[in-house]
């Protein structure tokens, strides 16, 4: 399916904009939800910064690193450093509160609504802001889970009290050598169960959740959609922005909406059914709310 050309920039002024993506939320039968780092970030989960300095500032002494992401390519002296930058970001980026309400807010916003979410998000947070887990599908990962490095087999593992040890046990930028994590069944060391190469595992969960969003796709794709895109850029845009603008192509009744602070754009073959903000998305979120979208009605069956 040809998405080109590709307008760049949003589709019209702000209040004009957050009007019609207020309208088309009301309209919908259904709403799919993709969520991307963009929507993390407006909740807090800055990668850089002050947030940067105040977590990893010994690190971004010693290696200048500029952000968390890139910190985890650093040429570390040792294993045992190595695991202590990776135990600090997955524990503050996957433990410890989110800082902002906002997809508290957003569930406010869905509340009474038909809805999925797919998500590239490793952060688990979602989950906990109480959103169901059969509307939920996490498709790179999550940075609470281990899996085996190689990996011989496809089970994952809860970290969390792992990493808690790694976290209140470190010294000098290293954890304890014994605190390191190996495979139960093959004794190679453990890894976070994320999509960087073939080597992620996707254990029965991962399944059961694909699962269900295809199903739900199938049940809804000739219905009112509101496609709604947050926070979405180009790291892959295979997984969740392509495959919106395709199903938007093929479903006259559907809208694109998009919510981002980078690199708003849209096809021009769906440009009289795109909503593009370039905005904050906990801002937008917030507005919406005010303007009246919350509907405090019953779950859909």
Wanted: with cysteine.
């Amino acid at each position: 399916m040809s998405y080109r050309p590709i307008t760049e920039g949003t589709t019209g002024k702000y209040d004009a904009e957050l009007k019609r993506l207020g309208s088309a939320l009301r309209a919908a039968d259904a709403v799919i939800v993709g969520a991307g780092s963009g929507l993390s970030t407006s909740a807090g989960y800055n990668f850089g910064g002050e947030r940067l300095k105040k977590h990893f500032g010994d690190f971004v002494e010693k290696y200048g690193i500029r952000d968390m992401y890139s910190g985890c390519f650093a040429n570390f002296e040792s294993n045992e450093e190595r695991w202590a930058y990776w135990s600090r970001w997955a524990w503050i980026n996957r433990y410890e509160p989110i800082p902002k309400d906002t997809h508290q807010k957003l569930l406010r916003l869905l509340q009474g609504k038909d809805y999925f979410v797919l998500t590239t998000n490793i952060d688990h947070t979602f989950q906990g802001a109480g959103f169901p887990k059969d509307r939920l599908c996490y498709t790179q990962g999550d940075f609470g889970l281990f899996q085996c490095s190689k990996p011989c087999h496809a089970v994952t593992y809860d970290n969390q009290e792992v990493l808690r040890q790694m976290v209140t046990q470190e010294n000098n930028m290293r954890v304890p050598t014994e605190l390191i994590p190996h495979c139960p069944k093959c004794g190679a060391e453990m890894d976070f169960n994320l999509f960087w190469d073939d080597t992620f595992v996707r254990d029965e969960g991962w399944h059961i959740a694909h699962e269900r969003y295809t199903k739900y796709l199938q049940e809804h794709q000739t219905e009112k959609i509101l496609y709604l895109e947050l926070g979405v850029g180009f790291t892959s845009p295979g997984v969740i922005k392509i495959p919106f603008w395709n199903m938007v192509m093929q479903n006259p009744d559907a809208v694109f909406a998009s919510v981002n602070l980078t690199l708003p754009c849209y096809p021009e073959t769906i440009g009289s059914r795109s909503i593009v903000i370039q905005e904050d998305i906990d801002k937008v979120i917030s507005d919406l709310l005010a303007d009246g979208c919350e509907h405090p009605i019953k779950d859909p069956k």
